[in-house]
């Protein structure tokens, strides 16, 4: 790639259509002079995963591309107390503790739940369908080209883009391009999942109107309406990695799941898990918690590609805030990319200034990402050590664990543009400090 100023549109590849790849999408296609194609391994875009939440970071950043469909109720449920999470005890089904939103002015901005297919529609109604490409898994990466960046799948075609942002999830092309020796990390967890209508379930006498978690000993069950009258209940088991239940050894990613099973888990529970467990229907489906075993070095690859969402970061869905991360992580992206290609300009940056935004991104968003990391990690580890030790959690410790809350305030009301901004004067106080370090010197 030469340094001479060009002025052809800058082209942006984006491998992978989830959360991240179409907000990504959205935003930079905001940009007259950026085209922006999406690359997708899958062959059609159907209705595929259960449950998921959006924080008021995720929605905030929604709501400053404009998604409105994408944050409504018409597509999401939010729980009528404004509480984001209520944690019952399993047995008793008492109140035990509570998350609430802390600064959260709006009523959009409260923490919203979706099937995932119904907020992945809902970002791709903004998207032309004539820039994603189906059917097109990426296999290898080469950006030592002069062209820029060159991107092979596997139906054997070929093609360059100046950017490529790797957008392709837990088990990302992209990302075993450049680090090949990255290994995903099972956690011991394994959670059940179903979405059904909700007419199966609001019959059952005390149902919660509001998203539950009941907290038990060594394990735990998630119940919560979701947008477009869905209804979602999610299970889990815990074993110890190096010597698992032999029920969730083996077990996949979307495998179908025993009912059976299911029922067995939860036999002993309180009667609204159970009446909840008795009506789940089939498909019920199993997902291991996977995630890195660490952080990655870098997100920078060649000053052409860099990752966003799960390909990043996946840290196996704790704290349900995958899908906010990936959000944020390509607005982030979108506004490191403005930093040296701005909306007025005509003449696309080069590599040297494409590497510096790259950058900027990783310096905005990896400490934020690596603190949830190090924590899950941390905590993944805690739990598995409890399971050898053979010590389960006492009542007390559980009451007390549900009264502190789950803590995440700093995560779920994380503000990127703030993030962004201060991650700019931080860097103007280095370079105003180091000019009059040269000053003085004089
Ligand atoms: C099918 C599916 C179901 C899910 N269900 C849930 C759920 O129920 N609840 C929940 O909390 N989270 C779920 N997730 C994960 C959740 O979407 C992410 O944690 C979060 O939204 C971050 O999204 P992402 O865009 O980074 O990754 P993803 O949502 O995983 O999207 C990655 C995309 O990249 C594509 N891709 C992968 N490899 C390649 C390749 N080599 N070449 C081209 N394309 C590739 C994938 O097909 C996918 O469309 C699911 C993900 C998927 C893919």
């Excluded at 940009?31 to 259960?50: F, M, R, S």
């Excluded at 309180?270 to 008795?278: E, H, M, Q, T």
């Excluded at 962004?420 to 103007?428: G, I, K, P, Q, V």
Aim: hydrophobic content about 40%.
């Amino acid at each position: 790639m030469t340094s001479q100023p060009e002025s052809s549109p800058l082209e942006v590849a984006i491998v992978g259509c989830g959360i991240a790849g179409l907000t990504a999408a959205i935003a930079l296609r905001q940009h007259p002079y950026i085209n922006v194609k999406i690359y997708e391994k899958a062959t059609e875009l159907k209705e595929i995963g259960a449950s998921i939440a959006l924080g008021p970071n995720g929605l905030r950043t929604l709501e400053r591309l404009g998604l409105h469909n994408a944050i409504s109720d018409e597509v999401a449920f939010r729980g009528p107390s404004n509480l984001p999470m209520i944690y019952r005890h399993w047995k008793t089904n008492e109140v035990i503790g509570v998350d609430r939103h802390e600064d959260v002015n709006q009523y959009l901005h409260r923490t919203a739940r979706y099937h995932r297919a119904h907020l992945h529609q809902a970002l791709l109604e903004n998207v032309p369908r004539g820039i994603i490409h189906l059917g097109k898994q990426l296999v290898s990466v080469d950006v030592d080209s002069r062209d820029g960046v060159t991107l092979k799948f596997q139906d054997g075609t070929v093609v360059t883009a100046d950017i490529l942002l790797g957008a392709d999830g837990l088990r990302s092309g992209v990302r075993s391009s450049f680090v090949p020796d990255f290994q995903l990390k099972w956690s011991g967890w394994t959670a059940f999942r179903a979405v059904f209508p909700t007419s199966l379930v609001e019959s059952i006498p005390g149902l919660p109107a509001d998203s539950t978690h009941w907290w038990g000993l060594s394990t735990n069950f998630f119940a919560s309406r979701l947008g477009k009258n869905t209804f979602t209940v999610v299970g889990g088991l815990q074993s110890d990695p190096s010597n698992p239940n032999p029920h969730i050894a083996n077990a996949e990613w979307d495998q179908d799941a025993s009912l059976q099973l299911f029922k067995d888990t939860y036999e002993n529970w309180n009667p609204v898990v159970k009446a909840l467990v008795d009506a789940t229907p089939s498909p019920l489906r199993f997902y291991p918690n996977l995630s890195c075993e660490g952080p990655l070095p870098t997100w920078v690859f060649g000053d052409r590609a860099t990752l966003i969402g799960d390909a990043a970061h996946a840290h196996g869905g704790a704290h349900a805030t995958g899908g906010s991360l990936a959000i944020d992580d390509a607005y982030a992206f979108y506004l490191s990319l403005l930093t040296v290609f701005p909306l007025n300009a005509i003449v696309k940056p080069n590599r040297e200034g494409i590497g510096k935004a790259l950058r900027l991104y990783e310096e905005v968003r990896k400490p934020h990402v690596e603190k949830l990391l190090n924590r899950v990690l941390e905590a993944n580890a805690a739990k598995v050590e409890r399971i050898r030790s053979g010590k389960l959690e006492t009542d007390e410790e559980l009451g007390e664990r549900a009264a502190r809350g789950s803590n995440t305030i700093w995560l779920h009301e994380h503000d990127v543009v703030k993030a962004f901004e201060a991650t700019l004067s931080r860097r103007n106080e280095i370079l105003v400090q180091g000019e009059a370090e040269v000053y003085a010197k004089l």
